[in-house]
């Protein structure tokens, strides 16, 4: 069983479209995250949420909206979308937002913008 | 200067070396000190956390923390072929946030 799991896997578009991805995590952990992961490896937290409220917001352009329909789902929708957003986006997971907290990675979601 | 640096590598060995990998970091508010393997096309997976400094083995694997010169490492001993992969350095601090570095690719040669 998939512990964190995140669809699509790949996903090709053409600039200006809007597109989601949507994460899944059955671990019954409270916290859920979106990371990015640019070309070069560099992996960098974007959004948080906990109990479906926002607790992190990154500098992130306002065309990334996520979206928490139940602690155990948290979606990224991704509006007007530009050539640097190609990266691959990871979803985690942990148990509580605060004190440590052993983060869950997903497989990732691999976005190429055209 | 930035927050945590990591030298990206990539790093090979033949199979039965010693694996050392570095990160410095300058935020004095890190609580605990990770690494994650990232396996090509996976997500990052915890491999080793501590919080204070000085060493912690687990098996082959050892994380060394120097807190007075902000330094970690991860040594891998007697490295094998599936231990190729990427391994990132990662701090925790604040609401459950993490800093990674930029990961060192490292290459283990039958």
């Known amino acids: 069983d998939t512990a964190v799991s995140q669809t699509p896997k790949y996903l090709v578009t053409q600039m200006g479209n809007d597109k989601s991805i949507k994460c899944e995590q059955n671990l019954g952990h409270d916290t859920m995250y979106w990371y990015k992961q640019d070309s070069k490896k560099f992996l960098k937290i974007m959004f948080s949420?906990?109990?479906?409220?926002?607790?992190i917001n990154e500098t992130v352009p306002n065309r990334f909206s996520p979206k928490s329909p139940d602690k155990a789902h948290l979606n990224l929708h991704i509006n007007s979308l530009e050539l640097g957003d190609s990266a691959v986006y990871f979803c985690?997971?942990?148990?509580?937002?605060?004190?440590?907290?052993?983060?869950?990675f997903g497989p990732g979601t691999r976005l190429t913008v055209l | 200067q930035k927050e945590v640096e990591q030298d990206p590598g990539p790093l090979s060995v033949p199979e039965g070396a010693i694996v050392s990998l570095n990160c410095t970091y300058s935020?004095?508010?890190?609580?605990?000190f990770m690494w994650y393997r990232q396996y090509s096309r996976k997500g990052p997976e915890l491999l080793m956390y501590t919080y204070s400094s000085g060493n912690k083995e687990d098996g082959r694997f050892t994380a060394q923390v120097d807190k007075s010169s902000k330094y970690i490492s991860l040594f891998i001993r007697d490295s094998q072929p599936s231990d190729s992969a990427t391994y990132l350095c990662?701090?925790?601090?604040?609401?459950?946030?993490?800093?990674f570095g930029k990961g060192n690719q490292v290459v283990v040669i039958p």
């Open positions: 935020n004095s508010a890190f609580q605990y």
């Open positions: 985690a997971s942990s148990q509580a937002p605060s004190g440590y907290n052993e983060q869950f």
């Open positions: 949420y906990n109990n479906k409220e926002l607790i």
């Open positions: 990662a701090f925790f601090y604040g609401n459950n946030r993490l800093a």
